[in-house]
């Protein structure tokens, strides 16, 4: 269940809160496909599944990037924001790739606000958001990203 808040002045609020989890996604060879022609990143680790098994991952992995654009549709399971004319994803201060995903696992997004700071015209969350692969003790990644919701 996200968590919902409407306005400004509920965003506020949200400073050292815990969002929780978004639910499982699959990370199919066909997503990853589609990202290596939106991106032309067709290296053999992501798009080759023959070759890849013979790799030390066992098989293909999904792009960096692409487990990192994922934060935006699982970021929108965990917080939902009502009463905001706009919503800017602002940019990040640090991303690391942790660890590789297998085509084949699921990864989830767990977020934390670190921080919340009035910026003309609304505020700015910092969220601290990991992105979990199931079974594994290691996440796929961790991203700090700035976001902007605008009265």
Known sequence: ???????????????????????????????????????????WIHVDPERAADSLFGGPIAHGHLTLSLVIPLFSQILVIEGVSVSINYGMNKVRFISPVPV????????????????????????????????QDKPAGAAQCLYRYLS
């Open 1 to 43: 269940m996200p968590t919902t808040v409407y306005g400004l002045d509920e965003l506020r609020t949200l400073a050292g809160t815990d969002l929780g989890h978004s639910s499982w996604l699959e990370i199919t060879q066909e997503r990853v496909d589609r990202f290596a022609d939106a991106t032309d990143d067709h290296q």
């Open 104 to 135: 084949g696992s699921r990864i989830r997004l767990a977020a934390t606000v670190l921080e919340v700071t009035d910026v003309p015209g609304g505020v700015q969350l910092v969220v601290d958001n990991r992105i979990e692969i199931e079974g």
